[in-house]
C-alpha cells in the first residue's frame, strides 16, 4: 500500500467526519474499511490509528499528522489477513 493514497484516503473520510459535524473522532477499521467515526461508536476493540482533537476536525491535520497516521494504517495493512487490497478512495 503506497503511503500517498492512504493519505488520499485519510483525507476524503476525514472530510466526511466535517460535513457530518462531528466534534470528536478517530480514524479507524471497521467495518472491513479505513473510516473515521465518532469516539465511542463501538463497544469492542477494533484498530484506532489516531484520535482527532476537536481543532483538528475543524482545521484538518498537518501533513506530518497525515503521513503519521499513514504509516500506522500502512504497517495494519501489511499484517492485515482480511483487508481488501489495494484500499480505494
Excluded: S
Aim: charged share 20%; glycine share 6%.
Amino acid at each position: 500500500m503506497q503511503i500517498p493514497v492512504i493519505i488520499i484516503v485519510l483525507g476524503q473520510r476525514l472530510t466526511d467526519a466535517q460535513r457530518a459535524g462531528r466534534t470528536t473522532a478517530h480514524f479507524c477499521w471497521w467495518e472491513n474499511k479505513l473510516q473515521c467515526l465518532p469516539c465511542g461508536h463501538a463497544l469492542h476493540q477494533h484498530p484506532v490509528f489516531g484520535v482527532l482533537k476537536p481543532q483538528q476536525l475543524k482545521e484538518g491535520l498537518t501533513p506530518d499528522e497525515y503521513v503519521k497516521i499513514a504509516l500506522e494504517v500502512e504497517k495494519f495493512m501489511k499484517e492485515c489477513k482480511t483487508c481488501p487490497e489495494p484500499l480505494k478512495p
